[in-house]
């Protein structure tokens, strides 16, 4: 019989003195829906809610607080669950949220949150208090099953194996199943799982794309045989009314999909995972004489359109029911006969009506990415001026201080509501976090002076994402993704910019093209420019960056950046970090769209003032190609 263990763990981090007066007694959650705080005055405690883990069976949760009084002995700060047989009910298939009590070690001041992080995911950031003493106090603990030694869901007892939370039996003999379970090339997308019946099938986990309210999934596998293809089935974990309902939300979780193999031995391996047309997953080709690719797709969809496109407007409008989701389709050869619809079966299409008069349908090119609706002439190298609506995607991050709000960054702008950034436009000096109110996005800004710019879109920051990497005396892995508090409207001036192919991501194929790199940055003079400007710059292979000044880019460039620019005068400066350098694609349409690859991230100081840039210079680019995997987790 299974049962749980906790575990706490009391850790007294470092103390600090800072200026400023001492907190008060009264204290506000950073985030409601997560932490309240409870009882009388005096006696004050904090409660925790804890999204239900389904289907782990398993929660590990860290709380750091601010303590700005010193703490006195025999005063341990607690933290539990309020419901001791929260195990067993998780066992049971609960789906209620788990609440925690957190006790302080003193009353006054009220302590602050600094995070809430629940199996690896933080879930709640607080700001650091300006306060004279400043303690950090870390308390944690974990909830398992007793076979496990951790909460980690390496352990297979701690993912949930059936109803019953019971085991899975012996395996098969070796003959009729392979035993070992591949390794996945993306275990956060996509991992094997073994059922009762000892056969094993696929998890796919992908994230809510909300404000998007539609997921197009397109699975491509590997078999190292001859497989039937009326085999294998894609189909969601959870039920689809269900599922839907909760996307709407905007809650930040994964949905989850099983798929069922058509072969059994060898297992098969995925080539390809694509959600709305973005890979989240690739993987290697398996060295078999006999290779079958075999396709498996799934999609879900509001029932006022025909697909899970995006140029339905309904897919990204929280109304109405989802639409019955196809039956996946397995390729190749074509099937005999056309995909059947799960059940129940849905409604006849209703006929449609007529739009109304002035608005026009929507256009391929009005969703597609990197594909500027402004046209100009081609770039000349070095060259400044820049039209509005030239480079749609680049965003104009501002920071509120005091009365204050002044321009911080640049970013660019993909997906529906997401910026990327540099890690160091959105933390300290020493690498802490800023809070996502203190920012705002400007997207469609062109000339800064001009605040009554026509096109103008300003979003509020709901969440930011620094990369676990980053590393803020040295900028390595200096990425962010700022996701914005409501969808942005596509329009000729707000466009999103394209990722990166994930099929090439080595420098060596980029060293010797140019790219673009626009932004407001600072000059040689530390001026900045009015008017957004653009520099075309080629990318230099590392040794040849790092030969121009060793004693600097051989600190600041990784195997996750590259350099580009040039040594005449000519390089963008510190105002433009965070901006993204993009390079050209033909397609097969002879048209043409741009793809971002890197984020500005550093560029030498000038010998004779620190706090400008030499312009003579190369400048150090984080590769987002790179990071394509973690990016396409938080992309929405």
């Not at 098969?172 to 073994?194: A, G, I, K, M």
């Not at 653009?534 to 590392?542: D, L, N």
């Not at 040594?567 to 350098?581: E, K, L, Q, R, T």
């Not at 210079?617 to 984080?622: C, G, L």
Request: charged fraction near 20%; hydrophobic fraction near 35%.
């Amino acid at each position: 019989m299974t049962c749980c263990r906790t575990l706490r763990l009391f850790l007294l981090a470092g103390m600090q003195f800072l200026r400023g007066p001492l907190g008060t007694s009264a204290a506000e959650s950073p985030c409601p829906d997560v932490f309240q705080y409870e009882g009388s005055s005096g006696s004050e405690y904090g409660i925790i809610t804890v999204p239900n883990p389904y289907p782990y069976l398993a929660i590990d949760i860290s709380v750091a607080i601010y303590v700005t009084a010193p703490v006195p002995s025999g005063s341990p700060t607690k933290l539990e669950p309020v419901d001791r047989d929260m195990w067993s009910k998780l066992a049971a298939g609960s789906r209620d949220p788990v609440l925690y009590r957190l006790d302080f070690p003193v009353s006054s001041p009220l302590p602050t949150i600094k995070s809430i992080v629940v199996n690896q995911n933080v879930i709640c950031r607080g700001t650091k208090p300006n306060a004279e003493y400043l303690t950090t106090i870390t308390v944690q603990h974990s909830i398992f099953n007793n076979k496990c030694n951790s909460a980690s869901l390496e352990c297979s007892f701690n993912i949930r194996q059936s109803p019953e939370t019971m085991p899975p039996p012996p395996l098969p003999p070796p003959q009729n199943v392979d035993s070992s379970s591949p390794t996945s090339p993306c275990p956060d997308v996509f991992r094997y799982e073994l059922d009762r019946s000892g056969n094993w099938h696929g998890i796919i986990s992908v994230p809510n794309p909300y404000p998007v309210v539609a997921i197009d999934i397109r699975v491509e596998l590997y078999v190292a045989a001859v497989a039937s293809t009326g085999n294998g089935r894609l189909e969601l974990v959870n039920s689809l009314s269900k599922e839907w309902e909760r996307m709407r939300t905007g809650e930040q979780y994964f949905v989850q999909y099983r798929l069922d193999f058509p072969v059994r031995f060898p297992l098969p391996t995925v080539k390809s995972i694509v959600v709305n047309n973005q890979q989240i997953c690739r993987g290697g080709k398996p060295n078999s004489v006999a290779l079958t690719t075999l396709s498996f797709q799934h999609a879900l969809f509001n029932q006022k359109c025909t697909s899970a496109s995006l140029d339905c407007p309904d897919n990204t409008i929280q109304i109405g029911r989802p639409i019955i989701t196809e039956r996946p389709v397995v390729k190749p050869p074509p099937p005999k006969e056309p995909p059947i619809v799960q059940e129940p079966p849905p409604p006849p299409p209703p006929t449609p009506k007529p739009k109304p008069p002035g608005r026009q349908p929507v256009t391929d090119t009005n969703t597609r990415c990197g594909f500027p609706v402004v046209r100009t002439n081609p770039l000349i190298i070095n060259g400044q001026s820049t039209t509005h609506g030239q480079w749609p995607w680049h965003a104009a991050l501002y920071r509120h201080q005091g009365y204050d709000t002044v321009y911080q960054c640049g970013g660019s702008f993909v997906g529906t509501r997401t910026i990327i950034t540099a890690a160091h436009c959105v933390t300290t000096r020493n690498g802490e976090q800023i809070s996502p109110k203190d920012f705002t996005v400007f997207l469609g800004r062109y000339d800064l002076r001009n605040h009554r710019e026509e096109g103008i879109q300003q979003k509020d920051v709901h969440t930011i994402f620094i990369h676990s990497e980053f590393n803020y005396t040295y900028f390595k892995s200096d990425l962010a993704m700022l996701l914005l508090n409501s969808s942005v409207e596509f329009t000729a001036q707000v466009r999103p910019v394209c990722l990166w192919n994930p099929s090439d991501t080595s420098i060596q194929s980029i060293i010797g093209k140019d790219g673009v790199v626009v932004g407001w940055g600072l000059d040689e003079y530390g001026m900045t420019a009015d008017k957004l400007k653009m520099i075309k710059m080629p990318v230099v292979a590392q040794d040849t960056c790092i030969r121009s000044h060793i004693n600097f880019f051989s600190r600041f460039t990784h195997e996750t950046t590259f350099c580009a620019g040039f040594i005449n005068g000519s390089s963008v400066c510190n105002g433009d970090s965070g901006g993204g350098m993009v390079f050209p694609e033909v397609q097969r349409d002879d048209s043409q769209i741009w793809k971002l690859r890197g984020i500005v991230s550093n560029s030498r100081p000038d010998d004779n003032d620190s706090k400008i840039c030499n312009t003579k210079s190369y400048i150090v680019f984080t590769d987002i190609a790179q990071y394509l995997e973690w990016i396409n987790l938080r992309l929405i």
